[in-house]
């Protein structure tokens, strides 16, 4: 993570921080449940965020298969992690989420396959203009809706 920077009027920046993946699941146009997985020292990280008019997250430290339920309010996020591995640097695993509410709209679930390579990410630093735009297609083309 870089150091925090102030912004300044007009002035053009360049750079940014690589972490690792996300995954959504949205509700409607207005409430969106979003899972990052991200190395923080060391560890595993996933950070499960609320994204409505207010942004509430919370962050857990993955260090094995597991399964735990995060209540906000009404809300019931039931997170299954498998397939766990950490190692050196580069972690794997598998997400399945449940939302789940008295609110029958709220009710949703999804499932994810994080990935991620600390030793790729930290000898890059920032990718090229090409890989850039090759991640984003490619990220494109696989999110697609069929």
Known sequence: MSELIEAKDGQV??????????????????IRFCYTANLENGKVVLEMVMNAQLHISKKFEI??????????GPVKLTNTITNFSNNGGHYSFDGNFKIESDYQWLNKTGSHHFENNAQLLKSHGELSDAEFTNMLVLHSLLNQEK
Do not use: E, K, M, W
């Not at 920046?13 to 207005?30: E, K, P, V």
């Not at 260090?63 to 906000?72: D, G, P």
């Open 13 to 30: 920046y360049t750079g940014y921080n690589i972490a690792g993946s996300q995954f959504c699941i949205g509700l409607g146009d207005f």
């Open 63 to 72: 260090v094995q298969n597991t399964s735990f339920r995060l209540v906000i």
